[in-house]
């Protein structure tokens, strides 16, 4: 005997079969259509406690597991809509809240590395960066077709490929116009050290603060937020974080560290629920 149908799966399954068939020509209903297909059945996220100790009392439990649930529906549309079709329809749906002055005006007066954290559409920065103009390296998780002509990207997977990324990094910025991209909470560090950020000692890896001191490079933090229901992808960059007087790679790593934690206390629902998880099975600083 067939079994009973559940009206929210076939629900869901219908809006996920509408945004595979919208994801090339109309990208932005793909990503709302995954938004609202039957939040019940995306991922859960952490408990209210565990949130609350993360983020109380700025924001409350219960809404921020809301938009970590919108959250993982929109990521999944997103990284589907990348693995399938590449950058090219996310042109439309990037912008750049400051047209990214900070990042402009650094490499106007010399050499800049764009520093971002996982948070909102951050898949998307290759689109992004391609608005910025200037040549980029940029590390990366998984090899991805369609990379704007701009971006030079390192799959970033071992520890080989790792310090080959830096080294391209490296004489990327010594080159004037030229600008390297990597996320400062990147999984990936070979030799992480505890950072404090949001009450846990999170191991960061220190390569953003290493590349600034051979090369001379600002360090500009790059943010990202869903907007429009999930259907625009916007980012922002901010001005660059000095070195505190003296401090070595990890001081200054805690310092950009910081930078983030601000943000994301004011924008929780722009973070990422993997990242959410990373951060709580993090120990407590």
């Known amino acids: 005997m067939r079994p009973p149908s559940d009206p929210r799966r076939a629900a869901a399954d219908a809006a996920r079969a509408l945004a595979r068939r919208l994801a090339a020509a109309r ?11 039957a939040p019940a059945l995306a991922p859960a996220p952490p408990d209210d406690a565990a949130l609350a100790s993360l983020f109380a009392p700025d924001a409350p439990p219960r809404r921020l597991r809301a938009a970590l649930r919108a959250d993982a529906l929109r990521q999944r549309a997103l990284a589907h809509l990348i693995h399938t079709h590449g950058f090219s329809p ?18 106007a007066r010399g050499r800049a590395a764009a520093v ?24 990366a998780h998984l090899p991805t077709a369609d990379w704007p ?17 830096l080294k391209a990094a490296a004489d990327a910025l010594r080159t004037p116009g030229h600008v390297a991209f990597l996320a400062l909470d990147g999984h990936e560090a070979d030799h992480p050290v505890p ?28 943010t990202a937020r869903f907007a429009a229901g999930g ?19 990890r ?10 934690e601000r943000w994301a206390r004011a924008h929780p629902d722009a973070l990422v629920l993997e990242e959410v998880e990373h951060v709580l099975r993090a120990p407590r600083a």
């Open 195 to 222: 950072i404090p950020f949001l009450g846990r000692a999170l191991p960061l890896g220190t390569g953003a603060a290493a590349l600034a001191r051979l090369t001379g490079a600002a360090l500009v933090p790059v």
């Open 116 to 139: 971002s954290w996982h948070l909102g559409p951050y898949r998307a920065w290759p689109s992004a960066m391609a608005l910025v103009g200037a040549p980029c390296v940029s590390a």
């Open 27 to 37: 990208p932005d209903l793909a990503l709302l259509a995954a938004t609202v297909a």
């Open 149 to 165: 002509s701009t971006s030079r990207p390192f799959v970033v997977d071992t520890p080989a490929r790792r310090l080959a990324f």
């Open 90 to 107: 996310l042109a439309p749906l990037v912008a750049w809240d400051d047209d990214a002055r900070h990042l402009r005006d650094a490499l």
């Open 251 to 260: 001081a200054f790593t805690a310092a950009l560290a910081a930078f983030f």
């Open 231 to 249: 259907r625009r992808l916007r980012f922002r960059s901010h001005p660059p974080v000095a070195r505190p007087p003296g401090a070595d790679d």
